[in-house]
């Protein structure tokens, strides 16, 4: 399988960057549009809960990656901070981004919130000026009993993809403050106040063929 899909990603590399060479202005003024967009504004929802504390997990047990490749293997890949403890870095956009999510919601039901990261795959320098692709986003909830600690619930899994620009895009969307961080930071205190205020959960973007490729 791993071979597949460096066949893919290498296949997809090259379709990308010619396409990447006849892109036209009116592109990139979209990709930029859209990273202004990307701005989340969390509205007031009759969530079923309200989260009285957040603990978030990040295992040792993750592979942490520093090859500047294209789509390098690894659970975390992370290049929007400096070089340091990428495990530490992850757990502080997480902390960040679910906590002032949660912090919204005011049903009824008061429960504390554990969310462990199974993968954090954003891109490398390679891919952000270049390609692009998708910033792949895999995380549990296990809602528990702030009195008791007993779960309430088996533990969820949350894929919460976000669309990744390259390129020049990606160079104009920095310049206007809108860098990854930014972006996933304001994506996942979104998906946590859709997941926990809607029945079916939170439901994946579809972004296409280098999503599949992330996926695989």
Request: aromatic share 6%.
């Amino acid at each position: 399988m791993k071979t597949v899909r460096v066949i893919l990603l290498f296949a997809v590399g090259l379709i990308l960057t010619a396409c990447a060479s006849s892109r036209s202005s009116s592109d990139e003024a979209d990709a930029l549009s859209e990273a202004a967009n990307s701005t989340v504004v969390i509205a007031s929802v009759d969530a079923p809960v309200s989260v009285r504390n957040v603990t978030i997990r990040v295992p040792d047990t993750l592979e942490v990656s520093e090859q500047n490749r294209y789509y390098p293997s690894g659970d975390i890949v992370w290049r929007g901070d400096p070089p340091g403890d990428r495990r530490l870095q992850v757990k502080a956009i997480f902390e960040e981004g679910i906590g002032r999510g949660a912090a919204t919601l005011t049903g009824p039901s008061v429960v504390d919130l554990d969310i462990e990261v199974l993968r954090f795959h954003a891109l490398t320098q390679k891919a952000r000026y270049s390609i692009g692709g998708v910033h792949s986003i895999k995380f549990a909830v296990t809602l528990i009993n702030p009195e008791t600690g007993e779960l309430l619930g088996p533990a969820r899994i949350v894929q919460a993809d976000l669309k990744a620009f390259g390129g020049e895009g990606a160079i104009q969307a920095e310049e206007q403050g809108f860098n990854q961080k930014y972006r996933i930071t304001n994506h996942l205190a979104n998906v946590i106040v859709v997941d926990l205020s809607n029945p079916e959960g939170y439901q994946n973007a579809n972004l296409g063929i280098l999503q599949t490729i992330n996926n695989y």
